[in-house]
């Protein structure tokens, strides 16, 4: 299972402009030496993404949908986004 925590504080986000608290987990990973990152036995590619350095995925759920956007974040530069199907993720909130 994966347990995520909100950062507090203002948060730039390409989508919906300046934020004063992010509404959805963030929780960080690795980039291996393909470019990818491994999120509860789920590979996702993150393209332009360093190698071997920690990237911060902020996950944004859609409960009517059933899938989230994952976006990621390196030193506060956005690398890009992917959908997952929120099964496929495992999320546990509290």
Known sequence: ???????RGKLK???????????GPVTERMVNSYRKISINN?????P????????QLR???DKESGVSEVR???KDEFLGSQK???SELNLVRF
């Open 1 to 7: 299972m994966l347990y995520l925590h909100r950062p």
């Open 13 to 23: 986000d390409p989508i919906g402009g300046f934020r004063t608290d992010w509404s």
């Open 42 to 46: 789920l590979e996702l590619k993150v």
């Open 48 to 55: 332009g993404a360093p190698l071997h350095e920690k990237i």
């Open 59 to 61: 996950i944004v759920p």
């Open 72 to 74: 990621f974040w390196h």
């Open 84 to 86: 997952v199907k929120n």
